[in-house]
């Protein structure tokens, strides 16, 4: 299993802003991946955070808005850039740690507010 | 990736055993089935996953017919604490992507 933490845990962020929200695991992991869940929907994939190399952006999100950063096999960020209230949702990231197919564990998420 | 179609909500009593039933006629042979639970305020939390036949844990039990074109959860038993929304996924193990569509989901209401 994997525990994993978020920082932070919510924001109040004004529009044009950025805010970086961080990701860590306290296991070495071999994929991550960062998701967006507005209240009272379903999630829905970003993109996955590749260790040393550039993240996979789903459709409809680009790097430019969303850039992600995987240093090392814990630990992962995901920015939301030049925000706007559109963006207001709850962001979590997830760890695949091999032992399942299919088994990922989730973050708590990062409830982000933008005004 | 297999698209999955399930109830948007069940209502349920305490005591009561809930089967949720999930659809994925599309499902590819090297496809697994795997379900999510989601607390309010939390991130989504593995539950249970099978290839064919019946699994069982300490949390549910999951059914597959000898097609696999469904799947039905079963939670013995709920409580209040049962109160969730839960989500079908089918997957496939070898598929280098690993990544997870999720569906609707299922909201479970567990009533006193």
């Known amino acids: 299993s994997a525990v994993i933490s978020q920082k932070p845990s919510r924001d109040i962020c004004q529009r044009g802003t950025s805010l970086t929200i961080q990701c860590q695991v306290d296991?070495?992991?071999?994929?991550m991946f960062w998701y967006r869940q507005q209240p009272g929907q379903s999630l829905t994939l970003i993109a996955t955070?590749?260790?040393?190399?550039?993240?996979?952006?789903e459709s409809g999100f680009v790097i430019d808005k969303f850039p992600i950063s995987r240093p090392n096999l814990t630990f992962s960020t995901l920015t939301v850039s030049n925000m706007s209230p559109e963006d207001s949702s709850i962001y979590l990231c997830?760890?695949?740690?091999?032992?399942?197919?299919?088994?990922?564990?989730f973050g708590p998420g990062t409830r982000l507010t933008v005004t | 990736l297999a698209k999955t179609t399930q109830p948007i909500s069940m209502d349920s009593y305490e005591g009561q055993e809930v089967n949720i039933t999930c659809s994925h006629n599309n499902i590819a042979t090297n496809d697994y089935i795997t379900w999510y639970q989601q607390f309010p305020s939390q991130g989504p939390r593995f539950i249970i996953q099978g290839y064919k036949t019946k699994v069982t844990n300490e949390v549910a039990s999951l059914f597959i017919p000898a097609d696999r074109k469904s799947s039905t959860l079963s939670l013995p038993r709920v409580s209040l604490s049962d109160t969730a929304v839960y989500y079908c996924?089918?997957?496939?193990?070898?598929?280098?992507?690993?990544?997870?569509?999720f569906g609707s989901g299922t909201r479970l209401l567990v009533r006193p």
């Open positions: 997830s760890a695949l740690t091999g032992t399942g197919v299919n088994e990922q564990y």
């Open positions: 955070a590749n260790q040393g190399s550039e993240a996979t952006y």
């Open positions: 996924l089918v997957g496939d193990e070898l598929d280098s992507s690993y990544k997870l569509i």
């Open positions: 296991s070495q992991v071999t994929m």
